[in-house]
């Protein structure tokens, strides 16, 4: 598809799959819409737009049981601070149930170099563990550290050990919705006294990832990766626009690689018959969504525009946005059965994927409340399409929570005895997809 990126830009291709052929009065049509980012000078990209990153740091009390999570938060915090290129506004914030600021101070940002990176890992030195969790407190006091910066690339760290005890649910709903589109974030857990539905709902209002730490000894190795693919971000706030003809209805846009994230709610409205869906910012890397379209039915031998996806980035104040690349969704219809009928290869993929996630989510809770017919359906449905699309990774994580009989046909035992740990990295990674095996 056209590529309308400037030279000095990551160039970025959309591709679109679908089957665009329907039956007579056929009205629902599903795509995958491939997004690709590469060629951009990450260095150079960086340096100039400007990053800024909030490290949040759980120091509430129970994070000195045992005493090693106290010190591997230590230890991946200063990793972190270690890996932030020169130039990277950056800030370290101490959270219990209230927000403090450990590094710079005084309500500001620092600025990344030898100096700085010494003095902040200096200061994590007086991090200790004592009082309660009030998630919420953080990310407020995050958001106006990173409000203050120009910087394109906004983005924030958070580690918690914990559930949220101290702070309503909706006070965290609340302020995850003002910080939502003012920065992204990556959640950790530590250890397994944390909340995954908490976890990971951060994540996904933030547009970041989320994954469980069990031993706190692999912190490190953790931080480093995320604080390194942060200084891989180029470009921020990109949006996929979908524009549809009169008469077309959007279904739901989801992202389904590399994880399932439903974007059809977070939608904002772009002029006539057209909205934008969030994706947060981009390095060199590729990602898909599932558009699903329903048009008004139609006789044999009619097409149709079904809907047209841009990749956009915003404009400066009073600027239009710049179009980095596009791609059409079509509708055909047809009274040729074989082609009407036939499912595309990477919708048909993705469209098991999202079903293989929820297949684990909707076990794992069956399992939890007791239900073990249900439980074993779902883990075992789970299990037969971690096989069949080749996702190795999860059935893996399926193989320490049942005893599997046969793959292919699904079948299960629950297992009597299952580690919190890997009950909770498979529900925290239930949402990772594998890519469709491409021919």
Not at 48 to 71: F, H, L, N, T
Request: net charge negative; with cysteine; glycine share 10%.
């Amino acid at each position: 598809m056209a590529n309308f990126a400037k030279p000095s830009a990551p160039r970025f291709n959309v591709e679109v799959y679908q089957n665009e052929y329907l039956p007579e009065g056929g009205r629902d049509v599903h795509a995958i819409v491939t997004v690709t980012s590469t060629g951009g000078a990450t260095a150079t990209r960086t340096s100039v737009q400007g990053a800024a990153v909030v490290i949040m740091v759980d120091c509430s009390g129970s994070m000195e049981y045992p005493p090693d999570k106290m010190r591997g938060a230590r230890e991946a915090t200063a990793a972190a601070i270690d890996t932030l290129r020169d130039g990277t506004s950056f800030a370290v914030i101490a959270g219990t149930h209230v927000a403090k600021e450990v590094y710079p101070g005084q309500g500001r940002l620092a600025t990344a170099d030898a100096a700085t990176r010494a003095q902040a890992k200096e200061a994590l030195r007086g991090l200790s563990s004592g009082g309660g969790t009030a998630i919420g407190t953080w990310l407020r006091l995050a958001d106006g550290l990173l409000r203050q910066s120009t910087a394109s690339i906004r983005h924030g760290i958070l580690l918690t050990d914990g559930r949220n005890e101290h702070e309503d649910p909706e006070v965290l709903r609340a302020t995850l919705d003002a910080c939502a589109g003012r920065f992204t974030c990556d959640a950790r857990g530590v250890g397994t006294d944390w909340e995954v539905r908490e976890v990971t709902g951060i994540a996904s209002a933030l547009l970041g990832t989320a994954d469980i730490v069990a031993d706190p000894a692999h912190l490190s190795e953790d931080f480093t990766h995320m604080m390194e693919n942060v200084m891989g971000k180029e470009v921020a706030d990109v949006a996929l626009r979908l524009w549809t003809p009169v008469g077309v209805e959007i279904q739901y846009v989801k992202q389904v690689a590399p994880t399932v994230q439903d974007l059809t709610d977070r939608r904002t409205e772009a002029g006539p018959r057209a909205g934008d869906y969030p994706t947060g910012s981009w390095g060199d890397e590729s990602r898909e969504y599932h558009v699903c379209v329903r048009v008004p039915g139609a006789a044999v031998g009619q097409e149709m525009l079904a809907a047209r996806a841009t990749l956009i980035m915003p404009g400066a104040p009073g600027e239009a946005p710049t179009v980095l690349s596009q791609g059409l969704v079509r509708a055909v219809w047809t009274n040729d059965l074989a082609a009407s009928t036939a499912i595309n290869a990477q919708v048909a993929h993705y469209t098991g994927q999202a079903e293989l996630a929820q297949a684990i989510q909707q076990g794992l809770e069956a399992r939890k409340l007791g239900d073990v017919g249900g439980a074993t359906a779902k883990l075992g449905r789970a299990v037969q399409l971690a096989s069949s699309s080749g996702n190795a990774d999860t059935a893996k994580l399926l193989a320490k929570v049942v005893d599997v009989v046969d793959a292919a046909a699904g079948t299960v035992r629950l297992k009597a005895k299952v580690a919190d740990a890997d009950e909770m990295t498979l529900e925290t990674r239930s949402t990772q997809t594998v890519r469709v095996k491409k021919a």
